[in-house]
Every structure is written in C-alpha cells, then in structure tokens.
C-alpha cells in the first residue's frame, strides 16, 4: 500500500512563502509523475503544478513564476515552494502521483495516490 502524506500548510500574509512536502512511504514505490492540486470552497479542483521523473516540471498559469516545484529520491518526495502568495491561493492543497507516464498532467484521474491534502490560507 502506497501512501501520499503532504505537508506544510498554515496562514500566511499576503505577499508571504510557504513550503509544502509530499512524501511516498510504503511499498517499493517510484513514481513517474508527481502532481500538485488544490480545492477552494465551492469551487473544482485544480492543477497547480507536476513534476517528472525526469525532472520535466509543468505549472498552471495561475501559478508561474510564483511556485516552484523540485522533487528528490526519484520524485517518491516534492517540494512545491509558493512565494508571493495571493489571497486567491487560499485552498486545500493535495499532492497526488501516477505510477506510469501520464501525457497530461492536468488531470486528476489519471493520478493512481492522493494526499490528505494541506490547508493554505492567505489572509491580513
């Protein structure tokens, strides 16, 4: 059994940093992709950002040039750092990882593992 527990959340001002983790733990497990996601209130979730094996990172829109995304042992652990946070960033983060390469990293039913997922607020 493969779990995903992720990490890092809390309340940050406006203009602040945050550093999330997401860590694999169970069985032999090596990940092709890792994603990063997040659900705000009433609202779908969404992708923020990805990184694979290879180190090939892909990040939404929304989020260039703020978050940045690095990875270790063989991807089974990411960090995403979010810098120059936004109220709008305000959600549940979740982490989530896909054993075999996936072509789009965008969507949420290709990931097999998915964290508990992590509050981040943004608020004064």
């Known amino acids: 059994q493969v779990q995903l527990v992720d990490s890092g959340g809390g309340l940050v001002q406006p203009g602040g940093s945050l550093r999330l983790s997401c860590a694999a733990s169970?069985?032999?497990?090596?990940?092709?992709?890792m994603g990063w996601f997040r659900q705000a209130p009433g609202k779908e979730r969404e992708f923020v950002a990805g990184?694979?094996?290879?180190?090939?990172?892909v990040y939404a829109d929304s989020v260039k040039g703020r978050f940045t995304i690095s990875g270790e042992n063989a991807k089974t652990t990411v960090y995403p750092q979010m810098n120059s946070l936004k109220p709008e960033d305000t959600a549940v983060y979740y982490c989530?990882?896909?054993?075999?390469?996936?072509?789009?990293?965008?969507?949420?039913?290709?990931?097999?593992?998915w964290g508990q997922g992590t509050q981040v607020s943004v608020s004064s």
């Open positions: 989530a990882a896909a054993r075999n390469w996936i072509a789009t990293m965008s969507i949420t039913s290709l990931y097999d593992y």
């Open positions: 990184i694979r094996r290879s180190g090939v990172t």
């Open positions: 169970g069985r032999t497990f090596s990940s092709s992709t």
